[in-house]
């Protein structure tokens, strides 16, 4: 079995075991009605690969399952579940494959190149935490702090003339679920599946490693 395989059966395995209405017809919706399995998590920055929308959701999860517990908290699991790995379900259908124009500067080989990459092409436009809670909602119903996690999991990043930095602030003194899905996401996106880590190394990193 390909790891991308292994990791779309821990994924339905886990949602499978949330006991809530309408589980069963969110993933036949991810299966059947998407591209949520073998879609990349952005066109150019963190998981711009086949399956890595899969991949951060799964490592989103573990992130902000291990910080509850981390922190000793009491969150019900299927919270933790639901907006570990459903908090990104806006980004399906949005990438689709095509040629792109490498400037020297960026292509391998230091001319101009045309490059097969992901190009972000959404059909829907509705925001981005707030289009995964819409989305999510339509087959299972979302707790309030699971439904305002998911719209603020990007944080500062995705604030509009509504959503503002106060109305963050608020949201996450009072609903931890939301602050810790947030630095789920942020650990993923900038540790986990940053390869550039290690590149530059600080006198710091140098004596512990």
């Known amino acids: 079995m390909s790891q991308l395989e292994e990791n779309k059966k821990e994924f339905i395995d886990l949602l499978s075991s949330v ?5 069963a017809g969110l993933i036949d ?9 073998k879609a990349p998590a952005s066109s150019r920055y963190h998981g711009s690969f086949e399956g890595g929308l899969l991949d951060h959701s799964l490592n989103v999860y573990y992130e902000l399952d291990s910080l509850v517990d981390y922190y000793g908290l009491k969150l019900p699991k299927d919270s933790i579940i639901i907006t570990g790995l459903l908090h990104d379900v806006c980004k399906v259908n949005t990438y689709k494959k095509a040629m792109v124009n490498v400037p020297p500067d960026k292509s391998k080989t230091g001319k101009w190149e045309k490059v097969l990459k992901y190009k972000k092409d959404e059909d829907i436009k509705m925001g981005h935490g707030a289009k995964s809670a819409i989305l999510v909602s339509q087959y299972i119903n979302l707790k309030p702090e699971e439904m305002e996690a998911i719209y603020w999991h990007m944080g500062s990043t995705d604030l509009g003339t509504y ?25 993923a996106k900038y540790i986990t599946e940053n390869n550039n880590l290690y590149t530059f190394i600080t006198p710091y990193q140098a004596d512990i490693q």
């Open 163 to 187: 959503s503002t930095i106060a109305n963050m602030s608020e949201t996450y003194n009072k609903n931890t679920l939301a602050f810790l899905l947030h630095m789920a996401d942020m650990a």
């Open 19 to 23: 006991d809530r209405e309408g589980v």
């Open 29 to 37: 919706y991810l299966l059947l009605e998407t591209d949520f399995f």
